[in-house]
C-alpha cells in the first residue's frame, strides 16, 4: 500500500495526507542499539570489519529488510519517519539505487564479477556522512557531537557500503551470471524521496 505525503525536510518529521500505512522497518525500536546522529548502529549479517554487532545467522537484519522493501519505498517521494531504524532504511535504501545505477551506467555487458568490482569500488569511494553539508539526509539526522562520533559513524556508513556491494550482485545475478535481472534494474532511475547519494 502506498501514500503520498507531505514533509517538513528540515526536521525529518513527515506527516500524512492521506492516513494509509507505509512500509516501516521493523527495527524501529533500536532496543540496546547505539544511536549516533540519531542513526541506529544495527548489527548485521557480514564479513566486512566495522563497528556492527554481530547478528544471527537466518534471521532478517536490517539490509535485508532495504531489500525486501525496495521495490515498494523506492517509489515514494515522501516518507513518514516513525523511529531511528526508518532513518537507517532510507539510507540503505539511497545506496542500493546507487548500485542499481552504477551498475546500469557500465558500459558493455556486465557480469556478476563485473558488478563485483564496479561496486566495490563504489563502496569504497569518499563519502558524506551526519554533519556534512553534502550529506543528502540532512533533516533526519543529527551532526556527530564530537570526533569519536564522526569517526564511528563513518565507520558504520562504510561497513553497511561495502555489505550492500556485496549483496547486491547476488540478488541481481540470482538466475544468470552473465545478465542482471531486469525486474531490478527497472529500477536504476527511480529515486527515492527523490534524492540520491
Same mark, same amino acid.
Given at each position: =500500500?502506498?501514500?503520498?505525503?507531505? &514533509?517538513?525536510?528540515?526536521?525529518? =518529521? !513527515?506527516?500524512?495526507?492521506?492516513?494509509?500505512? #507505509?512500509?516501516?522497518?521493523?527495527?524501529?525500536?533500536?532496543?540496546? #542499539?547505539?544511536?549516533?546522529?540519531?542513526?541506529?548502529?544495527?548489527?548485521?549479517?557480514?564479513?566486512?570489519?566495522?563497528?556492527?554487532?554481530?547478528?544471527?545467522?537466518?534471521? %532478517?537484519d536490517?539490509?535485508?529488510e532495504?531489500?525486501?522493501?525496495?521495490?515498494?519505498? $523506492?517509489?515514494?517521494?515522501? !516518507?513518514?519517519?516513525?523511529?531511528?531504524?526508518?532513518?537507517?532504511?532510507?539510507?540503505?535504501?539511497?545506496?542500493?539505487s546507487?548500485?542499481?545505477? $552504477?551498475?546500469?551506467? +557500465? /558500459?558493455?555487458k556486465v557480469?556478476?564479477?563485473? +558488478?563485483?568490482?564496479?561496486?566495490?569500488?563504489?563502496?569504497?569511494?569518499?563519502?558524506?556522512?551526519?554533519?556534512? *553539508? /553534502? !550529506?543528502?539526509?540532512?533533516?533526519?539526522? *543529527?551532526?556527530?557531537?564530537?570526533? +569519536?562520533? #564522526?569517526?564511528? =559513524?563513518?565507520?558504520?556508513?562504510?561497513?553497511?557500503?561495502? %555489505?550492500?556491494s556485496?549483496?547486491?550482485? %547476488?540478488?541481481?545475478?540470482?538466475?544468470?551470471?552473465?545478465?542482471?535481472?531486469?525486474?531490478?534494474?527497472?529500477? &536504476?532511475?527511480?529515486? !527515492?524521496?527523490?534524492?540520491?547519494?
Amino acid at each position: =500500500v502506498y501514500k503520498r505525503q507531505v &514533509s517538513t525536510q528540515s526536521t525529518g =518529521v !513527515f506527516k500524512s495526507d492521506t492516513g494509509m500505512p #507505509a512500509y516501516h522497518s521493523k527495527f524501529n525500536d533500536a532496543g540496546s #542499539a547505539r544511536i549516533i546522529c540519531s542513526i541506529p548502529l544495527l548489527g548485521f549479517k557480514t564479513k566486512v570489519r566495522g563497528p556492527a554487532p554481530p547478528f544471527p545467522d537466518g534471521q %532478517e537484519d536490517i539490509i535485508d529488510e532495504a531489500f525486501r522493501l525496495f521495490k515498494a519505498n $523506492v517509489l515514494f517521494r515522501n !516518507f513518514d519517519v516513525q523511529g531511528p531504524g526508518d532513518r537507517l532504511l532510507i539510507y540503505l535504501i539511497l545506496y542500493i539505487s546507487k548500485c542499481l545505477r $552504477v551498475v546500469s551506467s +557500465a /558500459s558493455g555487458k556486465v557480469t556478476k564479477k563485473d +558488478a563485483l568490482k564496479l561496486l566495490n569500488t563504489t563502496a569504497l569511494e569518499n563519502f558524506s556522512i551526519p554533519g556534512d *553539508t /553534502s !550529506f543528502p539526509l540532512g533533516g533526519f539526522v *543529527t551532526a556527530p557531537q564530537n570526533r +569519536a562520533d #564522526a569517526d564511528t =559513524v563513518r565507520q558504520y556508513i562504510s561497513q553497511v557500503r561495502q %555489505e550492500i556491494s556485496i549483496r547486491v550482485p %547476488e540478488i541481481l545475478y540470482q538466475k544468470d551470471e552473465n545478465t542482471p535481472d531486469k525486474w531490478w534494474m527497472c529500477f &536504476s532511475k527511480r529515486k !527515492f524521496l527523490n534524492m540520491e547519494l
